[in-house]
Nanobody, 125 residues
Framework: VQLQASGGGLVQPGGSLRLSCAAS????????IGWFRQAPGKEREAVAA????????SYVDSVKGRFTISRDNAKNTVYLQMNSLKLEDTAVYYCAARSRYGATVYLQSSAYDYWGQGTLVTVSS
């Protein structure tokens, strides 16, 4: 089971990035998924999550209206579209997948079983 995150980089405030998380050896369509981030000197925090069915999503307040989580089952990939980026969005972003059964959306890191390696997003002028 592997998750490969990509798409990070350097972007100016107000800019956009789309992060991708490709899965191998398992089908993401059968898993609840989440995006988390960890800024320097801070704890890892949830950013966005999607239920197993894809019918429910949830976002942390600081990114609501700016970030969108989505999943392309055909490509076995999940995305995090990030718009109107702010300096405080700078962090390493991780994708995660939950293999245990559950129909809801999970924003707790302990709910997830598999993690990608992280991709760095730097928002700077």
């Amino acid at each position: 089971v592997q998750l490969q995150a990509s798409g990070g980089g350097l972007v100016q405030p107000g800019g956009s990035l789309r992060l991708s998380c490709a899965a191998s050896k398992f089908m993401l369509a059968n898993y609840a998924i989440g995006w988390f981030r960890q800024a320097p000197g801070k704890e890892r925090e949830a950013v966005a999550a999607m239920s197993r069915s894809g019918g429910s999503t949830s976002y942390v307040d600081s990114v609501k209206g700016r970030f969108t989580i989505s999943r392309d089952n055909a490509k076995n990939t999940v995305y995090l579209q990030m718009n109107s980026l702010k300096l405080e969005d700078t962090a390493v972003y991780y994708c995660a997948a939950r293999s245990r059964y559950g129909a809801t959306v999970y924003l707790q890191s302990s709910a997830y079983d598999y993690w990608g390696q992280g991709t760095l997003v730097t928002v700077s002028s």
